[in-house]
């Protein structure tokens, strides 16, 4: 990737130039990525697309008032432009007593360690074509597919480096390698159900084969034709874990320093309290070679360390960037993420999700019959209270066995009830940044006929 200067350089007269129109402390961060992807629909091109892009932020302090700007002009006039700007604007807004750069006593020291986030691999526009083809291809030669709501494939190398007026800097560079494909299901009945299969890889090898995920896709997608409603009841419902993240969503939203600084968070007053069932256990890494959620230091420069967010069904911390743990009277814990153009977020880094003892047929067995979800749409949630509901689809099963495809029915409850009986399967699923089993639930209501 070519810069009008080099990086580290450009960020260093970015802060320069910031110190020089008035600005106390500030910091800068510069991002590129390039970026090839391909869309096809039923065999023929849908799109091709190729994005490079660049872009210098820089966040300026005035006392305890702050602005951040962005700007794609890396020239020496324009990141000047840019300083001036921002630190007027920082002048002009309002005060925040929370607001600053992070105290450097807890900033990321040392060597940075190896976690082999960058593959070499630049597959062509034409090799990432073949995949999509492929990928598709594979499902729609699954009986019962009768139709594609498209496949594709993309890569990406992107690039990020941050430095601050007191001296820190840190730059991190990464590849990503997407595949997979939505097949549409149809029969003499008229149902038509859609499906999917998707899996992302930070090197390109670690993919599957684009004909193992078609395969994948088009099975799942065929199996949910003859869906139907179930009468509406109290029974056991099991997660699939695909999807078992977003029941646990609300949650991570819930210990987020900012829900919690506001009062919207429905665990805002449970930090050292049982949420979930004993022996429940949320674990996190930002070291994970080859990890989609892995970093060397936080969006602030912050020092990040593997943590148990959750030990025993006990809730253990909050994650917190430098403002929210101001105002919560905490210490911050390495879960900023970058603004880029605005203030720090807040997120985590790898999360594992200890797995129990039984595979999801020795879940339904235990069941007896309910619902097993595989689908999940629509969701309601009010964060202060935890009340949750969600349309879903998936299959009813019966005496431990699959009985019959269901659609159009929602589940509902209290979440802070539900993690109280959630428990896990064996069946870790790791295609993403969470590595989670199926989790099963007794007893949770379902809205049906």
């Known amino acids: 990737m070519a810069f009008d200067a080099d990086p580290h350089t450009a960020l260093s007269a970015l802060i320069g130039y910031a110190r020089k129109a008035g600005a106390d402390a500030s910091e800068a961060s510069l991002a590129a990525r390039e970026s090839i992807s391909a869309e096809v629909r039923m065999g023929e091109l849908e799109g091709m697309e190729r994005e490079e892009a660049r872009s210098v932020a820089l966040r300026a302090f005035i006392g305890k008032r702050q602005a951040a700007a962005s700007s794609t002009d890396l020239s020496a006039s324009g990141l000047k432009a840019l300083a001036e ?11 925040d007593p929370y607001c600053g750069l992070l105290d450097t006593g807890y900033r990321a020291r040392g060597a940075v360690p190896d976690l082999d986030q960058s593959d070499t691999a630049r597959p062509s526009p034409k090799t990432l074509l073949e995949m999509a083809k492929a990928c598709e291809a594979a499902s729609l030669a699954i009986p019962g597919i009768s139709n594609s709501g498209g496949g594709g494939a993309s890569s990406e190398v992107s690039t990020f480096v941050y430095a601050t007026s007191d001296g820190f800097e840190g730059a991190e560079s990464s590849t990503s390698y997407s ?12 149902d038509m159900e859609r499906d999917y299969e998707w899996r992302t890889k930070r090197f390109f090898a670690d993919l599957p084969a684009p004909e193992e995920i078609g395969r994948i896709a088009g099975e799942r997608t065929a199996r949910r034709l003859g869906a139907r409603k179930v009468d509406s009841q109290k029974a ?4 699939e874990n695909r999807l078992a993240g977003r ?6 939203g819930g210990i987020s320093g900012a829900a919690v600084a506001r009062g919207v968070s429905f665990v805002k007053d449970k930090l050292g309290q049982r949420v979930f069932a004993p022996g429940f256990e949320i674990r996190e890494d930002p070291f994970v070679k080859r990890g989609l959620g892995s970093r060397p230091f936080d969006g602030e420069g912050g020092a990040v360390a593997p943590a148990t967010l959750v030990e025993d069904g006990v809730a253990t911390m909050w994650l917190l ?19 880029h153009g605005g203030p720090p977020g807040i997120g985590s880094s790898n999360l594992f999700v200890k797995p129990g003892v039984r595979d999801l047929a020795g879940l339904m067995r235990d069941a007896g019959k309910g619902l097993f979800i595989t689908d999940m749409f629509s969701p309601s949630l009010n964060m202060n209270t935890g009340d949750w509901s969600v349309g879903v689809a998936g299959y009813w099963f019966e005496n431990g066995e699959v009985f019959h495809p269901v659609s159009e029915v929602t589940v509902a409850g209290n979440l802070l009830d539900i993690y109280a009986r959630l428990r896990c399967g064996s069946d870790l699923d790791n295609r993403g940044s969470l590595e989670i089993p199926s989790l099963i639930v007794d007893d949770l209501a379902i809205g049906g006929v």
């Open 85 to 95: 700007r921002t630190v007027a604007m920082a002048r002009a807004a309002p005060e």
């Open 236 to 239: 056991a419902v099991i997660f």
């Open 247 to 252: 029941i646990l969503s609300p949650f991570l």
């Open 321 to 339: 960037n430098a403002a929210t743990a101001r105002q919560l009277g905490m210490a911050p814990n390495g879960h900023a993420t970058s603004g």
């Open 179 to 190: 595949l997979g494909t939505q097949p549409i299901a149809a029969n003499d009945d008229e």
